[in-house]
């Protein structure tokens, strides 16, 4: 049975997106070359391992950010939220007495419904997905300052629960299971499956994706719910791998999931976006991170530069991406031009 063949449209965003992707690993070695020449024990098992470990939340937000995003929505919520279910982990393990994977599920429960809250309200009234999840970007992560008075932070966790933060499985830190088991997941539905590709049909055009005869607005609430999950999934390694939780856990990590989503290729508009883009674009943000960190030049201000680094290289990789467009259309409306129809180039 042969297989049906795709359209010219499709056919030529998926040769857009290699060669973003392609860009993207370009990248990325570059940043490995420069900073295991230059920097301190860079290249090393243990370096590689802490690396992982550190770039798990942020590498969850991002894979559940990028649906949100397909479908032309935002999310600026997710880091309030994985301050929130740390809290409240902490808070049913220490003040309740529950065992920790109770705990555990009550933080995901907890990261469910603030996802299913902003759904609601983006999907049931309406509301534009910016100016919500601004709302309860600043909602949730009062409910945790409230819920600690600002100060309180819960550490001393099990042993057992500390595992998911420091401990191995076949040699590989815990987190790398957790994110590799999530990218595949996605990439699964976001690539394989008609649950998937209505994203991208609900980002290119909602009400085409309506009169097509797609559920619109369960899929819309469908992202926000699994990205308020994850949320729930990243609090509790947060929490394993520093021992503590307090509520200023995740600042930040709402942004630096978009920025990878959007260095990875993905249309802020919707529509575009690809899992293995995503990848590329918080492992060039992490080895960023870690590398400056590790240059005896920048050690005093790594914080500040890989700010402004990451800043420079989402600019690089988004100007580089619109030459290569921009060359291959050039290069493509060359090739169809013949001599004598008034279309080829006129030479000087």
């Not at 690396?51 to 894979?63: D, K, P």
């Not at 603030?114 to 709302?135: D, E, H, K, M, Q």
């Not at 992202?223 to 600042?251: E, H, P, S, W």
């Amino acid at each position: 049975m042969s297989r049906p063949k795709s359209s010219p449209a499709a056919s030529r965003l998926r040769r857009a997106s290699r060669r973003h992707e392609w860009l993207l690993l370009g990248i990325l070695a570059a940043e490995v070359l420069v900073f295991s020449l230059a920097g301190r024990n860079f290249l090393t098992a243990d370096n590689i391992a802490n690396l992982v470990r550190h770039s798990t939340e942020i590498g969850l937000l991002a894979l559940v950010m990028l649906p949100v995003i397909l479908t032309g929505g935002i999310d600026l919520s997710v880091g309030s939220l994985l301050g929130l279910c740390a809290v409240v982990f902490g808070s049913i393990w220490r003040d309740w007495g529950w065992p920790w994977p109770l705990a555990a599920g009550g933080a995901l429960v907890v990261g469910a419904l603030g996802g299913g809250f902003n759904a609601s309200l983006i999907s049931g009234l309406r509301l534009p997905p910016l100016i919500v999840t601004l709302a309860t970007y600043s909602l949730f992560r009062g409910l945790a300052e409230a819920l600690t008075r600002g100060t309180d932070a819960f550490t001393r966790f099990p042993e057992s629960f500390l595992f998911l933060g420091s401990g191995r499985v076949g040699g590989i830190p815990v987190q790398a299971w957790i994110l590799g088991g999530a990218a595949m997941l996605l990439w699964l539905s976001v690539h394989r499956m008609t649950w998937g590709r209505s994203w991208r049909a609900i980002g290119f055009s909602p009400e085409g994706a309506l009169h097509a005869g797609l559920p619109v607005s369960r899929r819309v609430v469908t992202t926000y719910v699994v990205a308020g999950l994850a949320a729930g999934v990243a609090a509790l390694t947060y929490a394993a791998r520093l021992g503590t939780a307090k509520a200023d856990a995740g600042t930040g990590y709402e942004l630096a999931a978009i920025t990878a989503v959007v260095l990875g290729g993905a249309s802020i508009f919707g529509g575009t976006g690809t899992v293995a883009g995503t990848l590329l674009g918080v492992a060039i943000i992490a080895v960023l991170t870690n590398g400056l960190g590790r240059l005896p030049a920048t050690l005093s201000i790594a914080g500040e530069l890989s700010g402004l680094c990451t800043g420079l290289v989402l600019l690089a990789a988004l100007a580089g991406s619109a030459f290569s467009d921009w060359w291959a259309g050039r290069s493509s409306r060359c090739r169809g031009a013949t001599p004598g129809d008034g279309t080829a180039p006129t030479p000087t």
